[in-house]
């Protein structure tokens, strides 16, 4: 009976024993757990870094851009930040961000067309309506004025030249009729207040005008941060 008694606590001292072992490997393969997961955590914070910087600086050099484009057509650059903050402003309640609507300014502006708050409101409701961003409407536009219209064809209108007239359909409506493309583009626009009217505001409370707010904070924060470095 003593030697099984003793024989029973030799065995469960090694049985303790290797318990006691493995929770130290155990413990041991946390730690290295622990400090991969910081390496990792590390790397992935520094990735997120660069990205960030990288973001920002391509941000305020599309700002730039479009202060030095603007700069030219409005005669000073004090101009040009008025009516940058301007379309600030304005994008706030549109579905398009800042850099879409300076974008699309910028087209507008050399095209000598109307770039006041309702009329790019206007263009905006048709681009929305045609999920399509008013830079892509700007540049279709910027054709049309040049008698090319095969992109107004993405926002659904077809334009002919019938008895010397340019005639603009819409599947088989037609919504414009004019003897000159500017005309033209002044009629289409107005699409944006009958047709179209309403498109911007009814993205008001969607995603994706959350969204589209959230790039243009990220744009006026890069355009910040930047114009104090």
């Given at each position: 009976?003593?030697?099984?008694?003793?024989?029973?606590?030799?065995?469960?001292?090694?049985?303790?024993?290797?318990?006691?072992?493995?929770?130290?490997?155990?413990?041991?393969?946390?730690?290295?757990?622990?400090?991969?997961?910081?390496?990792?955590?590390?790397?992935?914070?520094?990735?997120?870094?660069?990205?960030?910087?990288?973001?920002?600086?391509?941000?305020?050099?599309?700002?730039?851009?479009?202060?030095?484009?603007?700069?030219?057509?409005?005669?000073?650059?004090?101009?040009?930040?008025?009516?940058?903050?301007?379309?600030?402003?304005?994008?706030?309640?549109?579905?398009?961000?800042?850099?879409?609507?300076?974008?699309?300014?910028?087209?507008?502006?050399?095209?000598?067309?109307?770039?006041?708050?309702?009329?790019?409101?206007?263009?905006?409701?048709?681009?929305?309506?045609?999920?399509?961003?008013?830079?892509?409407?700007?540049?279709?536009?910027?054709?049309?004025?040049?008698?090319?219209?095969?992109?107004?064809?993405?926002?659904?209108?077809?334009?002919?030249?019938?008895?010397?007239?340019?005639?603009?359909?819409?599947?088989?409506?037609?919504?414009?009729?004019?003897?000159?493309?500017?005309?033209?583009?002044?009629?289409?626009?107005?699409?944006?207040?009958?047709?179209?009217?309403?498109?911007?505001?009814?993205?008001?409370?969607?995603?994706?005008?959350?969204f589209s707010n959230l790039k243009g904070v990220f744009f006026e924060t890069s355009v910040a941060l930047m114009?104090?470095?």
């Amino acid at each position: 009976t003593y030697e099984l008694i003793v024989k029973t606590v030799d065995q469960s001292s090694r049985s303790l024993r290797n318990i006691e072992t493995g929770l130290k490997r155990l413990d041991d393969r946390s730690k290295q757990v622990n400090r991969g997961l910081k390496l990792v955590g590390a790397a992935v914070a520094a990735i997120g870094a660069t990205n960030i910087a990288r973001g920002i600086v391509d941000q305020y050099r599309s700002f730039e851009r479009y202060r030095t484009v603007l700069t030219t057509f409005l005669g000073s650059q004090q101009k040009a930040n008025s009516e940058l903050r301007r379309l600030g402003q304005l994008a706030k309640g549109l579905p398009q961000d800042l850099s879409d609507v300076t974008e699309a300014f910028t087209i507008f502006s050399r095209f000598g067309l109307d770039t006041s708050n309702e009329s790019l409101k206007a263009f905006s409701n048709i681009a929305t309506a045609n999920a399509k961003s008013l830079g892509q409407l700007g540049e279709a536009v910027a054709d049309a004025l040049t008698g090319e219209f095969e992109r107004l064809k993405e926002f659904g209108i077809k334009v002919a030249k019938e008895n010397g007239q340019f005639v603009a359909r819409i599947g088989e409506d037609q919504v414009a009729l004019a003897s000159s493309t500017k005309d033209l583009v002044e009629q289409l626009k107005e699409l944006g207040n009958t047709r179209f009217g309403g498109a911007a505001d009814a993205n008001a409370d969607t995603l994706n005008q959350s969204f589209s707010n959230l790039k243009g904070v990220f744009f006026e924060t890069s355009v910040a941060l930047m114009e104090e470095v």
